[in-house]
């Protein structure tokens, strides 16, 4: 079985309201809001179908900032005080039927692709991945934990990852 990633612009015939990732908002953004963040420039949508077109999982990437209170001192040596900019993964889930067969690392993989496009091509500039989990969402947390991500100081449940991270992941310059 394979699967592919399109935007939810160019994709026209999937079913959103079938997926499922088990986290009501996660699920109730994809269904009642991504059209809208799309139209309205809040965020891009991007989705993982299978190649009989059934939703695996999606992601969102928008705009943000980091704190500059909320970054260890060790990230902030040499730079403007002043927030980071940041590209935001916003929403990110995996169906349900799909969990636990390591999908969700290729969903990560697919947004880090974007996110270096987006930066070598000066198309926008950053310098950190921000994603903020829902409280008391323990395995959302470990899961950004294991990609290596940094939480905030204070605000536990919101993590970034310099963006020259990925691209040493991605061996680009």
């Not at 992601?59 to 040499?78: C, D, F, I, Q, S």
């Not at 900019?85 to 889930?93: E, T």
């Amino acid at each position: 079985m394979g699967w592919r990633f399109l935007s939810l612009r160019s994709s026209t015939d999937v079913n959103l309201a079938l997926f499922n990732c088990g986290n009501n908002n996660v699920n109730a953004f994809l269904k009642d809001s991504a059209t809208t963040c799309e139209d309205e420039g809040f965020s891009r949508v991007f989705l993982m179908l299978s190649d009989d077109n059934k939703l695996i999982g999606y992601y969102t990437l928008g705009n943000a900032v980091v704190p500059l209170a909320e970054v260890p001192n060790k990230y902030r040596r040499g730079i403007p005080q002043f927030p980071f900019p940041a590209m935001l993964i916003g929403q990110f889930g995996i169906d349900i039927k799909w969990q636990g067969k390591g999908l969700s690392y290729l969903l990560v993989g697919n947004a880090y692709t974007r996110i270096a496009q987006a930066y070598t091509q000066g198309i926008s500039a950053f310098r950190a991945v921000r994603v903020d989990t829902q409280e008391n969402d323990d395995e959302a947390r470990r899961f950004w934990l294991k990609q290596g991500f940094i939480p905030f100081k204070k605000s536990t449940n919101s993590l970034f990852l310099p963006v020259m991270t990925i691209l040493k992941e991605l061996e680009l310059p």
